[in-house]
């Protein structure tokens, strides 16, 4: 009789922390779910400010580099000084 008595006061004390441990979690399921409703509201804000300040930055070194482009002068002048022509020879054609 004693084995039934301790099956019985561990199945009352399963039931009793279920049940203790449902309602603890049914009361912290509404700031849970407030808790993370405003951090995904925060991290999408958040990202939407980091989008538009990249584009921001993106547009104005954009105007820059056209801004220095009109001043510039043509590409194809990159040399400032001589330019000396080196003769190309095969040295397996003299060889043979």
């Not at 925060?42 to 220095?68: A, L, P, T």
């Amino acid at each position: 009789m004693n084995e039934q008595i301790k099956k019985y006061i561990y199945i009352i004390g399963t039931i009793f922390i279920v049940f203790l441990v449902g309602s603890i979690f049914i009361r912290i399921l509404p700031w849970l779910i407030l808790i993370g409703a405003m951090a995904y509201i925060i991290i999408k804000v958040m990202g939407f400010i980091k989008v538009k300040k990249e584009q921001k930055n993106s547009n104005d070194i954009k105007n820059n580099y056209r801004n220095q482009d009109i001043n510039k002068e043509s590409t194809d002048d990159y040399t400032n000084g001589e330019i000396i022509d080196v003769e190309y020879e095969d040295i397996d054609d003299k060889e043979k």
